[in-house]
């Protein structure tokens, strides 16, 4: 119980919040792991968008490619349509 509720609240940053009101539960009752679990959930619309690019699957095939023989490899990127290399070092 006390890893389900210290990972969320080690993630959103909430720690202090989060031990002044287990203190005052544990004084009274056992916490409510799924109400505190809501109490200190992210607000979904304060959460940014993020547009994430992922890289070709060919550039992984590339680099493993590489490892066998040592070779620094020209990578192919793609940045906004456009094509160009890099050498990895």
Same mark, same amino acid.
């Given at each position: 119980?006390?890893?389900? &509720?210290?990972?969320?609240? #080690?993630?959103?940053?909430?720690?202090? #919040?989060? =031990?002044?009101? &287990?203190?005052?539960?544990?004084? #009274?009752? @056992?916490?409510?792991?799924?109400?505190?679990?809501? %109490?200190?959930?992210?607000?979904?619309? %304060?959460?940014?968008?993020?547009?994430?690019?992922? =890289?070709? @699957?060919?550039?992984?095939?590339?680099?493993?490619?590489?490892?066998?023989?040592? #070779?620094?490899? *020209?990578?192919?990127? *793609?940045?906004?349509?456009?094509?160009?290399?890099?050498?990895?070092?």
């Amino acid at each position: 119980m006390m890893v389900a &509720l210290l990972s969320p609240a #080690q993630d959103r940053a909430c720690e202090a #919040q989060l =031990a002044l009101v &287990l203190a005052d539960d544990l004084d #009274q009752r @056992l916490p409510d792991l799924n109400a505190l679990m809501l %109490r200190f959930a992210p607000n979904p619309a %304060r959460l940014p968008d993020v547009l994430v690019h992922l =890289a070709s @699957l060919n550039s992984y095939d590339v680099l493993v490619d590489s490892i066998d023989g040592m #070779q620094r490899p *020209t990578v192919p990127l *793609t940045l906004s349509g456009s094509s160009v290399g890099r050498v990895i070092e």
